[in-house]
């Protein structure tokens, strides 16, 4: 639903015929998302595509709540949390 209201997303939310690397963005979601990858690596992402926002929940995986590579802006009503990246 993100996508409704203007923001783009590293993974279309739809197959995009028109997006050369969507196999890779969608892997590169996936992972950064994955247990144990290396905070380096998740780091990485987010600066390889211009991230501006993460929004994800407990136990989902990706950078943990208090990383400073993320600033928390903001909780929805079931345990989302939208992150800005700042770093």
Not at 6 to 34: C, H, I, N, S, W
Not at 49 to 73: F, N, S, V
Request: without cysteine; positive net charge.
């Amino acid at each position: 639903m993100v996508p409704a209201y203007g923001p783009y997303t590293v993974a279309p939310g739809y197959p995009d015929f028109f997006l050369p690397d969507e196999r890779q963005r969608r892997k590169t979601v996936e992972r950064y998302f994955a247990p144990g990858t290396a905070r380096e690596d998740r780091v990485d992402a987010l600066l390889r595509y211009h991230a501006k926002w993460i929004i994800q929940t407990r136990g989902e995986g990706g950078l943990p709540e208090g990383d400073q590579a993320l600033r928390k802006t903001g909780t929805g009503p079931t345990g989302q949390v939208l992150y800005e990246v700042v770093g």
